[in-house]
Antibody
Framework: QVQLQESGPGLVKPSQTLSLTCTVS??????????WSWIRQPAGKGLEWIGR???????NYNPSLKSRVTISVDTSKNQFSLKLSSVTAADTAVYYC????????????WGQGTLVTVSS | DIQMTQSPSTLSASVGDRVTITCRAS??????LAWYQQKPGKAPKLLIY???SLESGVPSRFSGSGSGTEFTLTISSLQPDDFATYYC?????????FGQGTKVEIK
């Protein structure tokens, strides 16, 4: 059974960089059958796809965040990571990592989510 | 971006009711649509993909239909465990986008 687990600081100061890591267990992140995505959800609001990475390192980002987002992968640790720069209070949200299938870009496994608050 | 609009935003229903949620896309997305269920404090759970394919392990009372711009999620007989918020997601073109959600409440 595949499991994903987000980790990282729960509090980030405005203008700084948010950094999160997703650790994948129960399966190899190097499997060619999946992309690995980040999705966020502000409190009481809907879901926003941030971007994704393939095992090769190829990425796709949401244009609304593209200038501030970097997603990377470390296959040796079975992890992928998110960096979001120049954060503001509007970036306060629960951040999820998720597995996205290649045969159709829906999300079949999700991490439990981690709340990141942007505040001084 | 493709806008996904769900209706209603909130739905009040009783156990045993047949429930239908609609999701409309701002342009055609063929059948590239998924449905998720989310309970408070939990991650979304995949229910349906490719508009009508039931994810493994999901009860058969859930079904999806539609293509193009209009889609529906139907729960044939609402169970206590089904009170939650439901989201649709298009994966026809980047960026992937979600509907705003439909909350199914106890009547």
């Amino acid at each position: 059974q595949v499991q994903l687990q987000e980790s990282g600081p729960g509090l980030v100061k405005p203008s700084q960089t948010l950094s999160l890591t997703c650790t994948v267990s129960g399966g190899s992140i190097s499997s060619g059958s999946y992309y690995w995505s980040w999705i966020r959800q502000p409190a009481g609001k809907g879901l926003e796809w941030i971007g994704r990475i393939y095992t090769s390192g190829s990425t796709n980002y949401n244009p609304s965040l593209k200038s501030r987002v970097t997603i990377s992968v470390d296959t040796s640790k079975n992890q992928f990571s998110l960096k979001l720069s120049s954060v503001t209070a509007a970036d306060t949200a629960v951040y999820y990592c998720a597995r996205e299938t290649i045969r159709g870009s829906y999300f079949d496994y999700w991490g439990q989510g981690t709340l990141v608050t942007v505040s001084s | 971006d493709i806008q996904m609009t769900q209706s209603p935003s909130t739905l009040s229903a009783s156990v045993g009711d047949r429930v239908t949620i609609t999701c409309r896309a701002s342009q055609s997305i063929s059948s590239w649509l998924a449905w998720y269920q989310q309970k408070p404090g939990k991650a979304p759970k995949l229910l349906i993909y490719k508009a009508s394919s039931l994810e493994s392990g999901v009860p058969s009372r859930f079904s999806g239909s539609g293509s193009g711009t209009e889609f529906t999620l139907t729960i044939s007989s609402l169970q206590p465990d089904d009170f939650a918020t439901y989201y649709c997601q298009q994966y026809n073109s980047f960026p992937w986008t979600f509907g705003q959600g439909t909350k199914v409440e106890i009547k």
